[in-house]
């Protein structure tokens, strides 16, 4: 706790504590969602650029790491 604390009383229209975590974790909610989609999108542009220079002969590989599992329980990219 500092000085300033004691020395001056809590503003009334200040956030709640509880209020700033649950902010925290919708705006973690929300980035985790565009980072997705645009991982999603990248991959996806570089599939179709793949067929149409290619002619489907190859594909990008996929991503290393540990497979993560969908809310469906298929496998969803990492």
């Given at each position: ?74 496998r969803?990219?990492?």
């Amino acid at each position: 706790m500092n000085v300033a604390s004691l020395v001056n009383p809590p503003r009334p229209d200040a956030p709640s504590p509880g209020a700033l975590k649950l902010l925290r974790v919708e705006a973690s909610v929300l980035a985790q969602a565009f980072l997705g989609s645009a991982r999603e999108s990248v991959l996806a542009f570089r599939f179709m650029r793949s067929l149409l220079l290619h002619g489907g002969a190859t594909v990008p590989p996929a991503p290393s790491g540990p497979a993560k599992r969908g809310a469906s329980g298929t496998r969803a990219l990492a």
